[in-house]
């Protein structure tokens, strides 16, 4: 199993600070033939169910808004909000879908300091 | 835009098999293309996936799992069903489900969630 592993397990940002959310896959998630990186990040609001807001590690879904951008490849990802906005505060989830089963990271929550 | 709602008890007894339903409207389950998915959070906890069907019939169940799962489809109906066996408390969850798109036998990210519903395994 690919296992994913994220960090920290929660932060405290300020309104309109950058927040920074780390990934990392147990074992390389980028598939050469289509140079593309198998990982996608979540939102999950109270009560709501996961959102989807990155795919591809940096394709942002339609709707996301444009302060949340993914980078990285192969192992090591992140997931940055440039401007920390109070609807922002939720946990966030990495999930890999290079190989099954498809596992997820054990989530980062987010708070406004 | 496609919508999931599941749909099923919400206390079921242990040792017995939780059994629920997703239906999906402004789309069809018929379509190729698509995977359908169940995920289940347990309370305060992550996110863990459990299996998928295709619209032909095709399943993969998580390893973990795979033994007490059972992944169905009824394109007639545009519903995909979950029946998990010999549940215990440790099954106690929000039981998600889930679309993806997907090429080949492999599917990709979830982009469309249903809203999930709680199951307690109490007696």
């Known amino acids: 199993d690919i296992v994913m592993t994220q960090s920290p397990d929660s932060l405290a940002v300020s309104l309109g600070e950058r927040a920074t959310i780390n990934c990392n896959s147990s074992q390389s998630v980028f598939y050469s033939s289509n140079i593309q990186n198998y990982l996608a990040w979540y939102q999950q609001k109270p009560g709501q169910p996961p959102r989807l807001l990155i795919y591809w590690a940096s394709t942002r879904e339609s709707g996301v808004p444009d302060r949340f951008s993914g980078s990285g490849s192969e192992t090591d990802f992140t997931l940055t909000i440039s401007s920390l906005q109070p609807e922002d505060v939720a946990v966030y989830y990495c999930?890999?879908?290079?190989?099954?089963?498809?596992?997820f990271g054990g989530g980062t929550k987010v708070e406004i300091k | 835009q496609v919508h999931l709602q599941e749909s099923g008890p919400g206390l079921v007894k242990p040792s017995q098999t939780l059994s629920l339903t997703c239906t999906i409207s402004g789309g069809s389950v018929s379509y190729g293309g698509y995977y359908w998915s169940w995920i289940r959070q347990h309370p305060g906890k992550g996110l863990e996936w459990i299996g998928y069907i295709y619209y032909n019939g095709d399943t993969y169940y998580n390893p973990s799992l795979k033994s007490l799962v059972t992944i169905s489809i009824d394109t007639s109906k545009s519903q995909f069903s979950l029946q998990l066996s010999s549940v215990t408390a440790a099954d106690t969850a929000v039981y998600y489900c889930?679309?993806?798109?997907?090429?080949?036998?492999?599917?990709?990210?979830?982009?469309?969630w249903g809203q999930g519903t709680l199951v307690t395994v109490s007696s």
């Open positions: 999930q890999q879908y290079y190989r099954k089963p498809f596992l």
């Open positions: 889930a679309r993806s798109s997907g090429a080949g036998t492999l599917p990709y990210y979830f982009d469309s």
